[in-house]
Every structure is written in structure tokens, then in C-alpha cells.
């Protein structure tokens, strides 16, 4: 009994995180501020889950102009030497 309360936990847990990981806010998101979010972030596959989560509501030029800022602000590694 205990072993099935615990199996139906686990897959509702997974359910419930799996549905929340596909949601994307499309409407009144500053695109660029997105992109600059993800850029200091590092987070290189997020363009493609908007454009696929928003369709024409991306504003994918914003977007890259964003994430290419953020790019540039991230931290440097320490040189070697």
C-alpha cells in the first residue's frame, strides 16, 4: 500500500514539473530583456522553446539583440597562467 501511495506521488510530481517546464509567457514579455536574462545565463536552447511556445508573439531579432548583450556581460573565466 505504502509503495503505491509513493509510486502515484512520484508520477504526479513528474507530471505536474514536466507541464510547468513547457509553459512560455508570450504576452507583454520584453523579448530583449528575455534574451539578456538568458544570455548572462548561458542559456543557449531557450530561443527555440519561445519561438516554437509563442509563434508569431516571438520577437526573435529583440530576442538575439538581448541575448548577445547578456553574452557579453557574462563574467570571464580567470586567464591561466
Do not use: N
Amino acid at each position: 500500500m505504502l509503495l503505491r501511495i509513493v509510486l502515484i506521488t512520484c508520477a504526479l510530481l513528474l507530471a505536474v514539473s514536466g507541464c510547468a517546464g513547457g509553459v512560455v509567457e508570450c504576452h507583454g514579455v520584453s523579448w530583449y530583456r528575455l534574451g539578456l536574462d538568458d544570455g548572462q545565463a548561458g542559456a543557449e536552447g531557450e530561443r527555440a522553446r519561445y519561438a516554437a511556445g509563442c509563434g508569431s508573439d516571438f520577437d526573435a531579432a529583440r530576442y538575439q539583440q538581448g541575448f548577445q548583450d547578456g553574452l557579453a556581460r557574462r563574467p570571464k573565466p580567470p586567464a591561466k597562467g
